[in-house]
Structure formats: structure tokens, C-alpha cells
């Protein structure tokens, strides 16, 4: 292991597998309970540490993750899997941050697009994708050639995007409408005015192939079919999305966007959405039964390195 890809790939789409560090976790433990001697492990330990904050090829929040670990095996495992990792430049097509690992569980930041995780996911599992939504789960794009005077969802939206999407899928709208209000009347959801609006933070699932959509309404339109948003309506959202995913998520991967920072008029820059997302997660962390993965675009990776560099989550 010299820092250069120069192991099989095979192996190196073994390593990129998501059971993996659980099966690398199962051989170590069986390997310390017959061949090692516990004193020798916590003096195996001691050293790795001192190793790993020595290491010029791991950057902080790599080292974070395993000083973070309470149990022996598991950072000797997860060093172990890293090692692998970084010394044969293995690593995910999209730049992966750990904020937040226990066993199985945690919370990732990537950057890239959050539809390569939907409509290009090729993986037999699921992929649970969140979209932003307004609590009436409006599916009109209003196009510029309708010139509507109060336009619904902008195709500038994450949601707006989704639908344009969706539609491209051969999907109409009327039939996502009826998929959404037979979601939510199976779970005894109603509106709760008779503009057909739902209590902020309701989730409605779509699913198409080996994706399933989290619709997550975080914003309601006024009079003028402007969505307003304000900080405690998504942070209330992302704890009812935690419940949900808690309930329901089974453990497949879930990517979710920075929110309240668009056209929800929320009034959240990247940071403070991150900041809001990250302290949520860490408060609810044993909701968590899975992997939760943050998806924001390329050009505001510096400014959220920089918080995860300065601030502790």
C-alpha cells in the first residue's frame, strides 16, 4: 500500500460496498476473542491513535470519526478499512465527508447533484431521495408561456426540478397527484384548511423503480402563491423527517438538501441551513438507523468545509 491505486479492482469495489465495514467489524471481533490479549488491545490502541493524529493523509473529520468511537473493535476496523481506502486512493465518484459514524449508522456530506442518487441510482437497493415541498404538494410547474400572474412551483426548485423529472418518466400529473393524496389518506393525513394544506413537516412518499421520494412539505404559498418559510417551520421538519425515516427508512441510504435556503423564503444561507440540518441530526442521532448523506452543490463546498474544520457538530 504505497498511496497509489494499485490493488484489483474487484477489490476496490468491494471496499466501496456498503455492508462492508459492518463484515470487516465481524471478522475483528472474532479475531481479538480468540487470537488477542485485551491488554495488549487497549496498548494496540493507544498507538493507532498516536498513528492516526500523526497521519499527513487524513484530513481532520477523517481522524474525528475514529477518535469519536467508544468501542475498540470497531476503531480498530474502521482504521483498518480507511487505511485501505486512502493508501490505494479509493474513495466514492463523489467527495464523501463523515460527520457523524456509529456502527452502521451516519451522517455524510457529499457534494454533486442530488438527482444522481434518484434517476441514475443503478444499485438494486432503494435510494430514499428528500424533496422540498409546499404544504399543498402542488405539482404545476407554472411555464413562462402561461403567463400566470401567481405562478405555483418554479422550475428553479429542487421541487420544480423533480417534477420536470417525473414528467420525463412518462409520469402525469394528475397521477402524482393521486399518488400523493393516496399516500397520505392510508395514514389518515388530512388537510387542515380548504386550500388542501397539510401541518408543516408532513411527508408524503412517491415511488418510482429503486427510488423512493420522501416529499417533505416544509413552506406554505400565501395569497400571492409565494412560499414563506421560517427557521423553526424547518427545523420542525427536519425532526418529523427523522421520526419518519426512523419508522419507515428500513436503512437504505437517504440524501437530502440543504433546505430553506431557495425560494421557500426561509432566509437561510448554505451555512446556516447546514448548521441547522447538522444540529438537528446530532440531537436526534438515535433516530438514526441508517445512512443519512447531505447533498449540496460543488461551488459551496468551501464554505461548509470550513465549518466542519472549525465547529464541532
Known amino acids: 500500500m504505497n498511496n497509489k491505486r494499485n490493488i484489483p479492482k474487484k477489490i476496490c469495489n468491494i471496499l466501496l460496498r456498503d455492508d462492508f465495514d459492518k463484515k470487516t467489524k465481524d471478522i475483528f471481533t472474532s479475531f481479538v476473542k480468540d487470537e488477542l490479549d485485551q491488554n495488549l488491545l487497549v496498548d494496540s490502541i493507544n498507538e493507532l491513535k498516536t498513528e492516526i493524529s500523526q497521519a ?5 473529520n477523517q ?3 475514529i477518535y469519536n468511537l467508544e468501542d475498540n473493535i470497531e476503531i480498530l476496523s474502521t482504521s483498518f478499512t480507511l487505511a485501505l481506502k ?4 479509493i474513495e466514492r465518484k463523489n467527495f464523501t465527508e463523515i460527520i457523524w459514524k456509529n456502527g452502521a449508522n451516519s451522517i455524510d456530506l457529499v457534494f454533486g447533484d442530488i438527482f444522481k442518487f434518484a434517476f441514475d441510482n443503478r444499485k438494486r437497493e432503494k435510494n430514499i431521495i428528500v424533496i422540498p415541498v409546499n404544504t399543498s404538494f402542488a ?3 407554472t411555464a413562462k408561456v402561461e403567463k400566470e400572474k401567481f405562478p405555483l412551483v418554479s422550475e428553479k426548485t429542487i421541487h420544480g426540478m423533480w417534477l420536470s423529472r417525473m414528467y420525463k418518466c412518462n409520469y402525469e400529473e394528475e397521477e402524482i397527484n393521486n399518488s400523493i393524496k393516496s399516500y397520505l389518506e392510508r395514514y389518515n393525513i388530512s388537510p387542515i384548511d380548504n386550500y388542501n394544506n ?7 412518499e412517491i415511488y418510482h423503480k429503486n427510488m423512493i421520494f420522501y416529499l417533505l412539505a416544509i413552506s406554505k404559498f400565501n395569497e400571492n402563491n409565494n412560499a414563506k418559510s421560517y427557521k423553526h417551520d424547518i427545523r420542525n421538519s427536519l425532526k418529523n423527517l427523522l421520526k419518519h425515516y426512523d419508522k419507515f427508512g428500513q436503512g437504505y441510504h437517504l440524501y437530502l438538501p440543504l433546505i430553506g435556503t431557495g425560494l421557500s423564503r426561509a432566509n437561510l444561507s448554505n451555512k446556516d441551513s447546514f448548521k441547522l440540518i447538522c444540529s438537528e441530526m446530532m440531537k436526534n ?17 468551501d464554505e461548509l468545509m470550513e465549518i466542519l474544520s472549525k465547529e464541532k457538530l
Request: charged share 30%; glycine share 6%; no cysteine.
Open 63 to 65: 481522524k474525528k470519526a
Open 56 to 60: 499527513e493523509n487524513l484530513n481532520e
Open 198 to 204: 397539510y401541518p408543516i413537516g408532513t411527508i408524503s
Open 139 to 141: 405539482s404545476h410547474i
Open 86 to 89: 486512502v493508501d490505494n486512493k
Open 285 to 301: 442521532k438515535k433516530k438514526i438507523h441508517g445512512n443519512i448523506i447531505i447533498v449540496a452543490l460543488p461551488d459551496v463546498k
